[in-house]
């Protein structure tokens, strides 16, 4: 990727990124590599939430007996519209935490060039159908651009020095683990906790798409469902030498840091910051 002189660069950065690098030194090295803004993926992910809550809801109080698969993994989604095309319906037609951020920063940032880096390979198809995001980097070609333009792990200059711009949040940090969507969701009102499956892993999953019936897989109503064991933290574009579990527990402990220290200082992304804004969509 070049970094054209005149044009501006916003990185949106996905939330297993502290499963890879050191918070906040990231941050900096993005700034010096070229970034003019750089945000996490968490406030997408709140909308993403927000509107999971209403669109399933609604259908509730329709009464529709369905059993609803969560949608934030091209991976997935892209291989039950081939391989099971009769459970499109049970997608929930709702943005990913990047397609919601997209379509934020589109409205509110226009004329920057939108760049997504993260784990994930398949996002670059999503990015593509998108069309509000203009180019996907996985941590892998990440760093070798760190090295091409020879940006240290520390970086000393102040002028790098302030951590993410606005459109913060922090309980969604937790997104990137497996189940982070569901304990996320806020979804006492509208499921139990054991009518909520969480599960990753194509072979598994195969024998779930397998087992549904009218549009119902037994008692669940909820699948919280993945193509990376372990969630997005073990993606294909991850490098570092760690355990699913290490890069789990980073994750937690950023949330906790973030809850603890982060929470207050105005960057918050609110939901009038997304307002007129439809995070609904068709698959
Ligand atoms: S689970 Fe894997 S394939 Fe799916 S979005 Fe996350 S990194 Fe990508």
Redesign the pocket.
Same mark, same amino acid.
């Given at each position: 990727m070049e970094f054209k002189s005149g044009q501006k660069y916003l990185c949106l950065l996905a939330p297993s990124f502290v499963a890879e690098f050191e918070y906040p030194e990231i941050v900096y090295r993005l700034r010096a590599l070229g970034f003019d803004k750089v945000m996490e993926i968490t406030f997408g992910a709140k909308m993403t939430n927000l509107t999971y809550y209403s669109v399933i809801k609604d259908s509730i109080e329709k009464g529709e007996k369905k059993t609803w698969i969560a949608s934030?993994?091209?991976?997935?989604v892209n291989y039950i519209k081939v391989k099971y095309p009769e459970l499109i319906p049970n997608l929930v037609p709702v943005h990913s935490p990047l397609g919601c951020m997209g379509l934020i920063c589109r409205k509110l940032y226009p004329g920057y060039k939108i760049v997504f880096v /993260? +784990?994930?390979?398949?996002?670059k198809i999503e990015a593509k159908e998108l069309g509000t995001i203009d180019e996907v980097l996985t941590y892998k070609e990440l760093v070798e651009l760190f090295e091409l333009k020879k940006i240290p792990q520390k970086i000393e200059d102040s002028k790098y020095c302030v951590s993410f711009d606005k459109f913060y949040n922090d309980y969604t940090k937790i997104y990137?683990i497996s189940g982070g969507l569901s304990q996320t969701l806020n979804y006492k009102n509208l499921f139990k906790k054991n009518e909520i499956l969480v599960m990753?892993g194509l072979n598994d999953l195969m024998k779930v798409f397998e087992g549904f019936k009218d549009g119902v897989y037994k008692k669940y109503k909820f699948l919280d469902v993945?193509?990376?064991k372990g969630?997005?933290i073990? /993606? +294909?574009?991850m490098i570092a030498d760690r355990s699913v579990n290490e890069r789990r527990k980073r994750v937690l402990k950023y949330r906790d840091f973030a809850q603890r220290y982060e929470k207050d200082l105005g960057r918050s992304g609110k939901k009038m910051d997304a307002e007129g804004i439809s995070f609904e969509r068709k698959f």
């Open positions: 934030p993994c091209p991976t997935l /993260g +784990p994930c390979v398949t996002k990137p990753e993945l193509n990376c969630g997005c073990n /993606g +294909p574009g």
